[in-house]
């Protein structure tokens, strides 16, 4: 860490990719503090000096009983998984600044740190959308999409879903909407697999088995149910199913999405999302597909409590 020297060094210099002044510790500087240290902890580390002018003047910030610990508290409480910076006063010319320091991080199973606006319940799960995802770019926080920012991790789950471009027959007056979720090459296992669509007019009740299958017939396909005798090695591992249609049989509909949610063996929460860009169910008693664009991301982090405990 920073010594005091290097401190009264940095200050002769103007912000950058790693360093950030803010004049006082009050709860708007504090936040946009924490944001950096969460941008600099993704990058290359770097330095936020409490009680520093953007034109590098030294004004100082009153120091208290419980003024560092609050801070610490709430550094921890605003990012996912908790940042522990090193914070300590210095003494420059009589004022006290407060330096907050964070080295380049890649926390295990998240990947990276991320800010919340709110405090964060360290037993509970923490919904995604709920976090913000930052990397120092310069002079500022560059806020991106989560599975952008985020390297991929090991416990990562590749789940693909698709649609079969075919014209599917009724089956007793309802239409089925078919197709395959598979891992790809190199992905770790995906648990719990629910489908559904929105709007939500085709069902499947109950959830898909485990994938990748975790053991299959010795010398057989996936497809084969039988003792489980050797791992799944080099082979794709893939489920076909089907979902009920519970709309009327003769609507026209606009573009569906097909989503599957899942989990991960850490504990996330995923979502795969298949655009459908056409869904005809006419008189001919059929329906067509045509698969559209694919994405998949994050839900749901587990609680702080339990991803580290």
């Known amino acids: 860490m920073s010594t005091d020297d290097e401190v009264l060094e940095l200050i002769k210099f103007s912000e950058s990719e790693t360093l950030e002044f803010k004049r006082s510790l009050s709860d708007t500087l504090v936040g946009n503090g924490i944001q950096s240290l969460v941008a600099f902890a993704n990058r290359s580390g770097g330095k936020v000096l409490f009680g520093v002018e953007d034109d590098r003047t030294v004004v100082g910030v009153p120091i208290e009983q419980h003024t560092l610990e609050n801070l610490a508290n709430r550094i921890t409480a605003r990012t996912y998984p908790s940042l522990v910076p090193h914070i300590r006063p210095i003494e420059i010319s009589g004022k006290i600044v407060v330096l907050a320091e964070v080295v380049a991080d890649r926390p295990p199973v998240i990947g990276l740190y991320m800010y919340s606006d709110k405090d964060i319940p360290p ?118 199913f089907e979902m009920a249609f519970v709309g009327d049989p003769k609507t026209v509909l606009g573009d569906v999405t097909l989503v599957a949610t899942y989990r991960d063996d850490v504990g996330l929460i995923w979502e795969a999302r298949r655009e459908i860009s056409q869904i005809v169910h006419d008189e001919a008693e059929a329906v067509e597909q045509n698969a559209g664009r694919f994405q998949r991301r994050i839900r749901s982090f587990p609680s702080k409590r339990t991803v580290y405990s």
Do not use: C
């Open 123 to 240: 037993d509970k799960d923490v919904a995604a959308d709920g976090l913000k995802a930052l990397r120092r770019v310069g002079r500022t926080n560059q806020a991106g999409n989560i599975m952008w920012v985020r390297p991929e991790m090991r416990s990562d789950p590749k789940l693909r879903i698709g649609i079969r471009n075919s014209w599917i027959p009724f089956d007793k007056d309802e239409a089925a909407l078919s197709g395959r979720a598979w891992i790809e090459e190199g992905s770790a296992a995906a648990h719990d697999i629910q489908l559904t669509t929105e709007p939500a007019i085709y069902r499947r009740s109950g959830s898909i088995e485990d994938l990748p299958i975790p053991f299959m017939w010795g010398t057989g396909s996936l497809k084969h149910k039988g003792p489980q005798v050797a791992p799944v090695v080099g082979w794709d591992a893939f489920t076909d």
